[in-house]
C-alpha cells in the first residue's frame, strides 16, 4: 500500500507534515550535511530581523528537566545578509522554504515582508510575535489587537501566506489565534517557547545572563498539544503544532489534537536527522494502522463529553 505523508497548507503542497523550528537549524547550511534538506516537508529559518543582532552574552541556553532554556536575543544576520547570502542556498533544495521574521514593532515586519515578497524562494513567511526574550516583542504576542494589526499589514505587502507563530505566555491563546485569523492569517503556528528560569546555587546566579529565558522539549509537549487542542476547536485556518516533539508518536498526538503538520526545534539538538526517522516511522504507523494518508488523522481526538 503506498502510504500519501503529502499535507496542503493554504495551497502550499509538503511533501510532508515534518517541518524543522525556527532557531533550532540556523539558515539550512547547518543541518544540510547532515540529511538533504529535500527530505523536510519545510524548513523554517532563524528569526530574521531588519538590522543584523548579536543577541545576549553568553551563556544563552541551559539544560533543564526534559527540556533546554535559551535566551539567545534574537542573533541574527538582518534581511539584507539573509537575502543576498542565506536565502540562495536553499534554492536547490525540494523543501518548503518558510521565513520567520521577527521586529520589535509592527512596522519592522511590514518592512521586512516587503523585501521578501521580491524573493521568489521565500515560499511562506512565519510572524514570530512570541519571542519571549526580547522585552518589546511581546506586546504583539499578548495583544490581540496588535496582532490582528500586524497580520493584517504584513498580508498587504507579502503575496504568500502568512503563518502566525504564537506565544503560549497569554491568558488565553484562542483569543490571539482568532485575532490571527481575522487579520488574514493564512494559518497559525504555535507554541513558542514558555518563559523559565534556572539557578546555580553555587554563584547564586540565574544560570542565563537574560536572567530568564524560553523553555523547549520534552517538557513541554503536554501543554502545546492543549493549546493547539483549543485553538483547533476556535479557528477554521490550519494550524502548525510545535513544542517537544521527538517521535513520530508525538507527531501522531498534534495530527489528532487538529495540527495540519508541526515544526521540530530542541530534538534537532539531540539527534539531528530526527526528522528523517520521523517520516520513516510515520509511514510504518500509517501502514499497521491501515491508513493511506496522514491526512486521515488531522483532529481525530476522540474527546470524552
Ligand atoms: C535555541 C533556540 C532558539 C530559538 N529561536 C527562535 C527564533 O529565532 N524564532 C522563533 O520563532 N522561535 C525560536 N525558537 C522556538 C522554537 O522555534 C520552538 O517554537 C520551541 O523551541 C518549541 O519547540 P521544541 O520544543 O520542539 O523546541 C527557538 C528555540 C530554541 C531552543
Known sequence: ??????????????????????????????????????????????????????????????????????????????????????????????????????????????EICTRLADCPRADMVELNFSCPNVEEGMGIATSAVLAERAVAEVKKVFGGPVIAKLSPNVTDIAEIAQACESGGADAVS??????????????????????????????????????????YQAVKIPIVGIGGIATADDVIEFLLCGAAAIEIGTALFVEPDTPVKIARDLKKYLSKNKFDSVKQLIGQLRIYS
Do not use: W
Not at 533550532?24 to 543582532?53: M, N
Not at 534556572?198 to 498539544?225: H, M, Q, Y
Open 1 to 110: 500500500m503506498s502510504i500519501d505523508l503529502s499535507v496542503n497548507i493554504a495551497g502550499v503542497e509538503f511533501k510532508n507534515p515534518i517541518l524543522t523550528a525556527s532557531g533550532t537549524c540556523g539558515y539550512g547550511e547547518e543541518l544540510a550535511d547532515l540529511f538533504s534538506l529535500s527530505r523536510l516537508g519545510g524548513i523554517v529559518t532563524k528569526s530574521i530581523t531588519v538590522k543584523p543582532r548579536l543577541g545576549h552574552p553568553p551563556p544563552r541556553t541551559a539544560e533543564t528537566e526534559s527540556g533546554m532554556l535559551n535566551a539567545i536575543g534574537l542573533a541574527n544576520v538582518g534581511v539584507d545578509e539573509f537575502i543576498e547570502k542565506k536565502l540562495p542556498f536553499l534554492e536547490k533544495f525540494d523543501t518548503v522554504v518558510v521565513v520567520n521574521v521577527a521586529g520589535a514593532k509592527i512596522q519592522e515586519y511590514v
Open 190 to 231: 504555535l507554541i513558542n517557547t514558555l518563559v523559565g528560569m534556572a539557578v546555580d546555587i553555587e554563584t547564586f546566579r540565574p544560570r542565563l545572563t537574560n536572567n530568564t529565558g524560553g523553555l523547549s522539549g520534552p517538557a513541554i509537549k503536554p501543554v502545546a498539544l492543549a493549546m493547539v487542542h483549543k485553538v
